[in-house]
């Protein structure tokens, strides 16, 4: 999985060129807090609105998924396990993601913040 990382003046400038098309599940993080999970494959305009809103997040984190299905599956396992203040729904986890994804993600993650 290819992670990418910034923060919000990336977003203004636009420093990451993201591809279109590519499926990415991502993290709003105000200091050390996700405050929101989302997916998108059009990242880099997804980012920009998010910026346009009262959200207040300092950085964020893109996971890339390898196709629409385990983004949509890791998306709404993500929100219904750490429920993040911005998003309206504290998930529905009805789709099965592996412990081994969890432990990678996690482990991603975690290396990420230090």
Known sequence: ????QGN??????NQHNFNKGVHFVYFLMD???VVYVGMSSTIGS???LHKQTDKIFGKYIAIECPDKSVQKRLEEFLIASMRPKYNKTPGNC???ISIEDVYHLNKLIYDRLL
Do not use: A, G, Y
Request: hydrophobic residues 30%; proline residues 0%; without cysteine.
């Open 1 to 4: 999985m290819k992670i990418i």
């Open 8 to 13: 919000s003046l990336d977003i203004k400038t």
């Open 31 to 33: 200091n050390n807090d």
């Open 46 to 48: 997804r980012l920009k």
């Open 94 to 96: 009805t789709r099965k």
